[in-house]
């Protein structure tokens, strides 16, 4: 066996390799081997390290350098530089933005400080294509003591204890889901992994996916254990396609070293895990809708009861839990339910992966204990706002959340914390808006995703929906009026209480928080005739600030619609009728000298 | 590969992985042991990275893990080069002189593994005695 | 026009792929995925094939296609060019750079252009919010896309012809 000196590690995450961290590592290889260290250095490719902004990112051991935004053409200073003469490449380096100061580890940078990682512990620390690593870093042993010190039902106890809730957005305590499944008597059981992360902006599942595939194997042959199942699914998004081939890859290797498949440890315990790929249905996401897709139907949700776990796949048993609920499985049983119950908060214990992402400074995946607040998150973590602007809102659970505005910035986040303010933990997407973003638009976007999304077996939220969506949309066309307000609420209301399933039942969601916490904006809109943010097109113009303009030309010149007139050296005129509001001149001008409003 | 039968094989396929997780588990370790060589131009035209490999061969042979070997730049010493700096918690941080591949060994072996120093050569305890 | 031959050939790999399958209970998405990768769209000799060869009736393949967004009976361009819709990529103005695609392709989101060269489509988040907003093309992703750079993008698969 070759002895490495150093490790460098660049994130292979979708993210990263969006921004050619791939194309960094060839180049890597090729300086590595061209200086003759091949038998010395070794470049690992891990899954994401979270810090989406600033990637690709590498990370050299055993120095624990911490380098970002690393790009192709600097693969041969690293290598000459620091793995060669031992000197780190400054540049490369974070730079704490208050003190200006390079940060050289990883753990002092103030977006990892913050974080405790348990369901990404392995994500940009082993290489997820080798499943040695994956057992070096304790893998499969909380297999391995559930299958030969531990009876299913103790294994069921051990999760009751933890209080472990689900991560996919109910928060169902994830032990009772187990020993309602085992309960249920049937010849066949199965166990199912939710990782139709549907969600725009969400991106955990994937990441612990592409970062960490067997831990999912792992837990999933764990829960199989429990409640007394010998199959399970993936069902996994098309979309996903690396997450695919990293799952793939697992479970060949587990089945080649007899951790999946007959008899797994000498036990008589069979467990085997197979892929089903979703195809772009955000409503599949529901357990019972997911059920039917993986039966190869259409994707429709059916009412409960019977709930999954006495009528699931094929009629029999099932239990479905999410991705990231099963990341969190193993290192409960290797460290205990007591460990895991002091992390958080009394009736949500652990942690949660939220993807923060819009407009915040750090972009990425953190992963925080309950109980921390939102400010905690966006501004220490995230590192405040993009460009100085002022925080608006953020909002989590996705298409069935709501908005979240400064005054409860210091709510601690739990699962009823947040659906007390009108909003839900949901999968962890959490979306950052500053000033700029308006919120009828922002509601109006979300409406779109659920109509264009809903199955359309349920009139509630095939047709609600829809007349939803047309009243906001004549509102930011600026032919809104005050009783459109009141029908949006009341028609929210009639879906929330009469849809089939979790998509109807929370799809008003953005619109009646965006309605309780922004009412001035939607006045604004519907009295008014004004979309205080400039989003509206419909609802604000640009002009030219007569005092402020030079006559450089430069918005003229850049106007698509050539409505821009003046003369060098003289103050310009838009030509209202003929604007089309592109923002164009708004974004060149140097001066200032244009007013949106 | 064979399929595991038991426990135990899991542990052996962990133990034998382990060596290569170590060196990324070990930078975040705080009581680990930390070799630094002096790797700058003259380091290494003395011979420093024989010295090195052999450093890093020798610890894999004894089984020693929570050891970090990292480079450093010039560490000012330039007769006594290569120059090799042991920091390990509850001993003298210590800066050997003249550490060829054989000395390289006896380091791993002596002051790592059995906590000895190698008093002969010893260029000094640490740099804040240094005269 | 593809001649018969070809299609029997592709069909032939069809045949392979479902005769591959461990389980086929509930494999109809699967060979749909795969016939879709395999023939660029699923037209109705392909569905009356999947419907025979799984002994499903061939209602229900089109319900289960035209149920979910990923399957298309039409065919498209050579290159798909997909703007990235999810709220990451909204709340950093992903709908302006839809609508200047559409403007310069003279197209609509969900079609293709005359020469079959481009189709348009809006998609529901990659996952790769960090670079929002995100565009992509064919398998190549564009992260932190500017409105200028629309251009740019499609001028770039313009000149490979």
């Known amino acids: 066996m070759s002895n490495f000196r150093m490790h460098l590690l660049v994130c292979g995450g979708t993210g990263c390799t969006a921004s050619d961290s791939l194309e960094l590592v060839k180049m890597l290889k090729e300086s590595i081997k061209k200086h003759e260290i091949t038998n010395e250095v070794e470049v690992v490719v891990t899954g994401c390290f979270g810090f989406c902004e600033k990637g690709p990112i590498l990370k050299v051991y055993p120095d624990n350098v911490f380098y970002i935004t690393v790009k192709p053409e600097d693969a041969e200073e690293i290598i000459t530089e620091h793995v060669i003469k031992g000197r780190k490449v400054e540049r490369l380096l974070y730079?704490?933005?208050?003190?200006?100061?390079?940060?050289?580890?990883?753990?002092?940078?103030?977006?990892?400080?913050?974080q405790i990682r348990?369901?990404?512990?392995?994500?940009?620390?082993?290489?997820?294509?080798?499943?040695?690593?994956?057992?070096?870093?304790?893998?499969?042993?909380?297999?391995?003591?559930?299958?030969?010190?531990?009876?299913?039902d103790e294994v069921i106890d051990t999760v009751v204890q933890s209080g472990l809730r689900g991560r996919g957005g109910g928060g169902y305590p994830t032990g009772l889901k187990w020993k309602y499944t085992r309960q249920n008597q049937s010849d066949e059981k199965y166990i199912i992994c939710n990782a139709d992360e549907g969600d725009p902006g969400a991106f955990m599942d994937r990441s612990i996916l592409e970062g960490d595939p067997h831990s999912v194997l792992e837990a999933m042959a764990i829960a199989g254990y429990a409640i007394g199942a010998q199959y399970g699914y993936i069902y996994i998004r098309a979309e996903y396609p690396l997450a695919i081939s990293r799952l793939e890859i697992a479970i060949k290797q587990a089945r080649k070293l007899g951790l999946l498949g007959e008899d797994i440890f000498s036990t008589g315990f069979n467990f085997n895990i197979g892929l089903r790929?979703?195809?772009?249905?955000?409503?599949?996401?529901?357990?019972?809708?997911?059920?039917?897709?993986?039966?190869?139907?259409?994707?429709?949700?059916?009412?409960?009861?019977?709930?999954?776990?006495?009528?699931?796949?094929?009629?029999?048993?099932?239990?479905?839990?999410?991705?990231?609920?099963?990341?969190?499985?193993?290192?409960?049983?290797?460290?205990?339910?007591?460990?895991?119950?002091?992390?958080?908060?009394?009736?949500?214990?652990?942690?949660?992966?939220?993807?923060?992402?819009?407009?915040?400074?750090?972009?990425?995946?953190?992963?925080?204990?309950?109980?921390?607040?939102?400010?905690?998150?966006?501004?220490?973590?995230?590192?405040?706002?993009?460009?100085?602007?002022?925080?608006?809102?953020?909002?989590?659970?996705?298409?069935?959340?709501?908005?979240?505005?400064?005054?409860?910035?210091?709510?601690?986040?739990?699962?009823?914390?947040?659906?007390s303010i009108g909003s839900?933990?949901?999968?962890?997407?959490?979306?950052?808006?500053?000033?700029?973003?308006?919120?009828?638009?922002?509601?109006?976007?979300?409406?779109?995703?659920?109509?264009?999304?809903?199955?359309?077996?349920?009139?509630?939220?095939?047709?609600?929906?829809?007349?939803?969506?047309?009243?906001?949309?004549?509102?930011?066309?600026?032919?809104?009026?005050?009783?459109?307000?009141?029908?949006?609420?009341?028609?929210?209301?009639?879906?929330?209480?009469?849809?089939?399933?979790?998509?109807?039942?929370?799809?008003?969601?953005?619109?009646?928080?965006?309605?309780?916490?922004?009412?001035?904006?939607?006045?604004?809109?519907?009295?008014?005739?004004?979309?205080?943010?400039?989003?509206?097109?419909?609802?604000?113009?640009?002009?030219?600030?007569?005092?402020?303009?030079?006559?450089?030309?430069?918005?003229?010149?850049?106007?698509?619609?050539?409505?821009?007139?003046?003369?060098?050296?003289?103050?310009?005129?838009?030509?209202?009728?003929?604007?089309?509001?592109?923002?164009?001149?708004?974004?060149?001008?140097k001066f200032n000298a244009i007013e949106k409003g | 590969m064979a399929k595991l039968k038991t426990v135990e094989e899991l542990k052996k396929i962990r133990q034998a992985a382990l060596n290569q997780l170590d060196l990324r588990s070990t930078a975040e370790s705080e009581d680990k042991v930390l070799v630094r060589v002096g790797m700058a131009t003259c380091g290494i035209a003395n011979g420093a990275r024989t010295t090195m490999k052999a450093i890093l061969d020798e610890i894999a042979k004894q089984g020693l893990a929570n050891v970090s070997v990292t480079q450093t730049g010039c560490i000012g010493y330039c007769a006594q080069e290569p120059v090799v700096e042991v920091v390990s918690k509850g001993?003298?941080?210590?800066?050997?002189?003249?550490?060829?591949?054989?000395?390289?060994?006896?380091?791993?072996?002596?002051?790592?593994?059995?906590?000895?120093?190698?008093?002969?050569?010893?260029?000094?305890?640490?740099?804040?005695?240094m005269e | 026009m593809e001649s018969k031959c070809d299609t029997q050939e592709k069909f032939k790999q069809l045949q392979k792929f479902i005769d591959s399958m461990e389980d086929r209970r509930g494999a109809l998405i699967a060979v749909l995925h795969k016939a879709q990768h395999l023939y660029g769209y699923l037209s109705n000799d392909v569905i009356f094939y999947i419907a025979e060869k799984l002994e499903i009736p061939s209602a229900k393949v089109f319900g289960v296609i035209s149920f979910y967004s990923y399957f298309t009976t039409e065919p498209r361009g050579k290159y798909v060019i997909n703007v990235c819709l999810g709220t990451a990529c909204f709340v950093r103005g992903a709908d302006a750079i839809m609508r200047e695609f559409e403007k310069i392709l003279n197209i609509k989101a969900g079609e293709t252009t005359e020469d079959k060269k481009f189709t348009l489509s809006g998609l529901r988040c990659i996952g790769a919010c960090g670079l929002a907003p995100v565009v992509m093309v064919n398998d190549k992703v564009y992260g932190r896309v500017e409105l200028n750079q629309v251009k740019t993008i499609i001028e770039e698969y313009q000149e490979e012809a």
């Open chain 1, 95 to 114: 730079v704490e933005p208050n003190t200006k100061k390079r940060l050289e580890g990883q753990k002092s940078i103030p977006f990892y400080k913050k």
């Open chain 1, 118 to 152: 348990i369901a990404l512990r392995n994500c940009g620390f082993i290489n997820p294509e080798d499943i040695n690593e994956y057992i070096a870093a304790d893998g499969y042993q909380a297999l391995a003591k559930c299958l030969t010190e531990m009876s299913p």
């Open chain 1, 277 to 419: 790929y979703g195809a772009g249905a955000f409503v599949c996401g529901e357990e019972t809708a997911l059920i039917h897709s993986v039966e190869g139907k259409r994707g429709e949700p059916s009412s409960k009861p019977p709930f999954p776990a006495q009528r699931g796949v094929w009629d029999k048993p099932s239990c479905v839990n999410n991705v990231e609920t099963f990341a969190n499985i193993p290192p409960i049983f290797l460290k205990g339910p007591a460990w895991f119950k002091k992390i958080g908060t009394e009736k949500s214990p652990g942690t949660k992966v939220f993807a923060l992402a819009g407009k915040v400074n750090n972009v990425g995946l953190v992963e925080v204990p309950m109980g921390i607040t939102l400010r905690e998150v966006i501004f220490d973590i995230g590192g405040g706002i993009k460009n100085n602007k002022r925080f608006k809102a953020v909002q989590t659970g996705g298409p069935s959340g709501g908005c979240i505005t400064s005054e409860n910035l210091d709510i601690p986040i739990d699962y009823e914390s947040l659906s």
């Open chain 1, 424 to 589: 839900m933990m949901g999968s962890g997407g959490m979306i950052v808006m500053d000033e700029d973003n308006c919120m009828v638009d922002i509601a109006k976007f979300y409406i779109e995703f659920t109509k264009d999304e809903s199955c359309g077996k349920c009139t509630p939220c095939r047709i609600g929906n829809t007349r939803m969506l047309e009243i906001l949309e004549k509102i930011t066309k600026g032919n809104g009026t005050e009783q459109d307000l009141k029908d949006l609420v009341e028609l929210g209301d009639v879906i929330k209480d009469t849809s089939l399933c979790g998509l109807g039942q929370t799809s008003p969601n953005p619109v009646l928080s965006t309605l309780h916490y922004f009412q001035d904006e939607y006045l604004a809109h519907v009295r008014d005739k004004h979309c205080p943010a400039g989003v509206c097109q419909a609802l604000f113009s640009f002009r030219i600030l007569p005092e402020k303009c030079v006559g450089c030309t430069a918005c003229a010149r850049i106007c698509p619609a050539h409505c821009i007139e003046g003369e060098r050296k003289k103050v310009h005129v838009i030509d209202q009728s003929r604007c089309i509001k592109c923002g164009a001149c708004y974004n060149t001008c």
């Open chain 2, 91 to 129: 001993m003298p941080s210590v800066l050997y002189g003249k550490v060829d591949e054989n000395r390289g060994r006896e380091i791993v072996i002596e002051h790592i593994k059995n906590g000895r120093l190698l008093q002969n050569a010893i260029i000094n305890k640490s740099f804040e005695n």
